[in-house]
């Protein structure tokens, strides 16, 4: 038991570096090392934990989704309103994680095998929220319809929240709220 208790305290230790390091230096500027020192762990316990910096990178980003997540649990009790909500509250509440993730999934997603199916295994995921959602919300749509239209707002939101991050007086939310209505008419 307190072998686990310290290898939870160790994965959160990495974790909370990993955070800290991504905020302030951005993904170019940490490293496998920095991680280590700043979570004061050897090389070999961080990779009993992760895979590499990149997992450890992606596993911060995904508790940030998470912690916006209008249905944790995956209940599908989450509305398209809800999911739009969630998507802008990342960009705009988390914007150094969201940025690196946009950075990781644009940039090297398009390079790195690895790291590009990781990003369109979430993608996949985050159309299949949206469409049952949508169909929830308008049974009279076929599977394909609600695919369709959760790809194109997901697109929108995406291009939306590069222009968010890159403008900060940007309003994200207005222009996804006017995005939800031209894409649900």
Same mark, same amino acid.
């Given at each position: ?13 990495? @974790? ?32 009993? @934990?992760? %895979?590499?910096?990149?997992? *450890?990178?992606?596993?911060?980003? &995904? ?22 909500? *969630? ?6 509440? $988390?914007?150094?994680? *969201?940025?690196?993730?946009? !950075? ?18 979430? &993608? ?8 049952? $959602?949508? !169909?929830?919300?308008?049974?009279? #749509?076929?599977? $394909? !319809?609600?695919?369709? #239209?959760?790809?194109?707002?997901? $697109?929108?939101?995406?291009? @939306?929240?590069?222009?968010?991050? #890159? %403008? ?11 995005? @939800?209505? !031209?894409?649900? &008419?």
């Amino acid at each position: 038991m307190a072998r686990y208790r310290v290898g939870l305290e160790t994965r959160e230790r990495i @974790l909370d570096a990993t955070r800290r390091l991504v905020s302030e230096l951005g993904v170019e500027g940490v490293t496998l090392k920095a991680i280590t020192d700043e979570a004061t762990v050897g090389a070999g316990s961080f990779y009993n @934990l992760f %895979d590499s910096k990149e997992a *450890a990178i992606f596993e911060v980003v &995904h508790e940030a989704i998470e912690a916006v997540d209008p249905d944790p649990a995956g209940a599908g009790t989450d509305t398209l309103d809800e999911l739009v909500d *969630a998507f802008v509250a990342f960009i705009t509440d $988390a914007g150094p994680i *969201a940025r690196i993730y946009l !950075q990781l999934a644009l940039g090297r997603g398009l390079t790195d095998e690895a790291i590009g199916a990781r990003t369109l295994r979430s &993608h996949r995921r985050r159309v299949e929220r949206f469409a049952d $959602a949508w !169909q929830r919300e308008d049974p009279s #749509l076929s599977e $394909a !319809q609600a695919r369709a #239209l959760a790809e194109t707002l997901l $697109a929108g939101l995406t291009g @939306l929240g590069i222009t968010s991050l #890159l %403008d900060p007086d940007f309003d994200m939310r207005a222009h996804a709220r006017r995005l @939800l209505e !031209q894409v649900d &008419h």
